[in-house]
């Protein structure tokens, strides 16, 4: 079936410095690929998506490529701020019996960024 | 335009019991999912419906159980409730593409509710 393996952190870093989040997927046909943050005490929001291959997602200075054939989907941002502080979950959306609405997570990276 | 909303926050529930969490999709939204969140299996998918109909299920147990009213709003159960299903309780709502060829349809996804059962 579907999987999604994230390095699963904790990620401490400085204030402007480079973020990388590892993700890669295991699936049967042409998933949709996301990232979502989840802030404490709140719900999951979509920080960026990428629907095929080369796709370039952006949003808040993060971004990640869809790169077909090493089935990654790495998260990057420049210079991380105290506010980006969260979990961050790389997910999969695959067609499943003709419904593209079963989201499959990674386990999750925590990032905690210090003034 | 308010967002997914779901009640309660929090639930205490002792082992045996059963417990109904609900959620209020954004308006115009016709698809429901329930996932369930704990430390450690992480984020898992229980089911999904549309027009009140189950579209979609995930590996739990026959305890858990869902509807959708015809307002979109729907409601999960958990019935002779275990220690294990202590967990975060999350719910998304979308709009409907009509098969694999429409345009994926974003999940948006409410605060959760967090279950405790003692």
């Known amino acids: 079936g579907d999987s999604v393996t994230q390095m699963e952190g904790p990620v401490t870093l400085s204030e402007e410095a480079f973020l990388t989040i590892n993700c890669t997927y295991t699936?049967?046909?042409?998933?949709?690929l996301f990232w979502y943050v989840q802030y404490p005490g709140e719900g999951l929001q979509l920080l960026l998506k990428?629907?095929?291959?080369?796709d370039k997602g952006s949003n808040k200075g993060f971004e990640a490529t869809y790169r077909k054939e090493t089935t990654s989907f790495h998260l990057e941002k420049g210079s991380v701020q105290v506010s980006d502080s969260a979990v961050y979950f790389c997910a999969l959306s695959e067609p499943s019996g003709g419904s593209n609405y079963k989201l499959t997570f990674g386990k999750g990276t925590l990032l905690t960024v210090n003034p | 335009k308010a967002g997914v909303t779901q009640t309660p926050r929090y639930l205490i529930k002792t082992r045996g019991q059963q417990v109904t969490l609900s959620c209020s999709p954004i308006?115009?939204?016709?698809?429901v999912s329930w996932y369930q969140q704990t430390p450690g299996q992480g984020l898992q998918f229980l089911f999904e419906?549309?027009?009140?109909?189950?579209?979609n299920k995930g590996n739990f147990p026959g305890r858990f159980s869902g509807r959708q009213f015809s307002n979109s709003r729907s409601e999960m159960n958990v019935s002779t409730l275990e220690l294990g299903d202590s967990a975060l309780y999350l719910c998304a709502s979308s709009l409907d593409g009509q098969g694999w060829t429409s345009s994926y349809n974003e999940q948006f996804f409410g605060p959760g509710t967090r279950l405790t059962v003692l």
């Open positions: 699936a049967t046909g042409y998933p949709s």
């Open positions: 990428a629907t095929k291959a080369d």
């Open positions: 419906y549309f027009s009140e109909t189950q579209r």
């Open positions: 308006s115009g939204h016709r698809s």
